[in-house]
């Protein structure tokens, strides 16, 4: 069986800028084309616990996460995405606390000012 061979492009977004960069993926026979084995043909993995890959989802193809094992194709764009610095959930949790406190406090100053 011949070698096979995908044109990627590769999109590390990890610091910074985000950069861009074609780049061939070959296969060698009874390979399948994974997110996981382009990672590690690229240089960015050596393997899906590697501590550069620091979380599960951290990359994915055209903005969808996916896994290690996940198929890639030919012309996909694999992107590399940096750690979140604030967690989503905590700051949406965090303004809804604070829209609470501010009804709270105005529906105690409408009952103060009906006491004078």
């Known amino acids: 069986m011949a070698e096979q061979s995908l044109e990627l492009i590769l999109c590390d977004a990890r610091l910074g800028e ?33 501590p550069v890959l620091d979380r599960k989802g951290c990359f994915g193809v055209f903005g969808k996460r996916k896994d290690w094992d996940s198929p890639i194709y030919a012309g996909d764009r694999l992107e590399l995405y940096s750690s979140l610095l604030i967690d989503p959930k905590t700051v949406r949790r965090k303004k809804a606390n604070q829209n609470q406190d501010a009804k709270f406090q105005a529906a105690a100053a409408k009952r103060k000012a009906r006491r004078l």
């Open 18 to 50: 985000p950069k861009l960069q074609s780049f061939k993926l070959v296969l060698a026979a009874g390979e399948s084309a994974t997110v996981g084995l382009a990672l590690v043909k690229a240089g960015f993995a050596l393997g899906p616990d590697d």
